[in-house]
């Protein structure tokens, strides 16, 4: 498991003025989800099928895997591989973002 935080894009095509957070680049098939998790719920401890990229949007989560953890507030994300075990923990109500795909750029 790595820990990452989205750099920061500035847009000013098109007369825009405005900054992205670049999540994902795939060249296959994805899924993306969002997922609310109230305080004290869970992702279950599993090994993910797939690369999978978890972004915390809000509120403040613990993530484990078998050789760290860690915890996430806004803005930062953690990425698994496929086959690694994980679990994650809504340490207060938090809203995910997570992207699953065989492989990122």
Wanted: hydrophobic share 45%; proline share 2%.
């Amino acid at each position: 498991m790595r820990k990452f935080r989205p750099d920061e894009k500035e847009i000013t095509a098109y007369d825009s003025v405005f900054t992205a957070l670049p999540i994902a680049n795939v060249r296959d098939q994805c899924q993306v989800l969002l997922a609310r998790l109230t305080e004290g719920n869970k992702i279950g401890w599993h090994q993910a099928a797939v690369s999978q990229r978890l972004i915390c949007l809000s509120g403040k989560v613990s993530v484990r895997g078998i050789d760290n953890h860690f915890t996430l507030e806004a803005g930062e994300g953690v990425e698994w591989l496929e086959k690694e075990w994980h679990e994650t923990v809504a340490i207060r109500g938090a809203l995910l973002l997570i992207v699953e795909a065989h492989s990122f750029e």
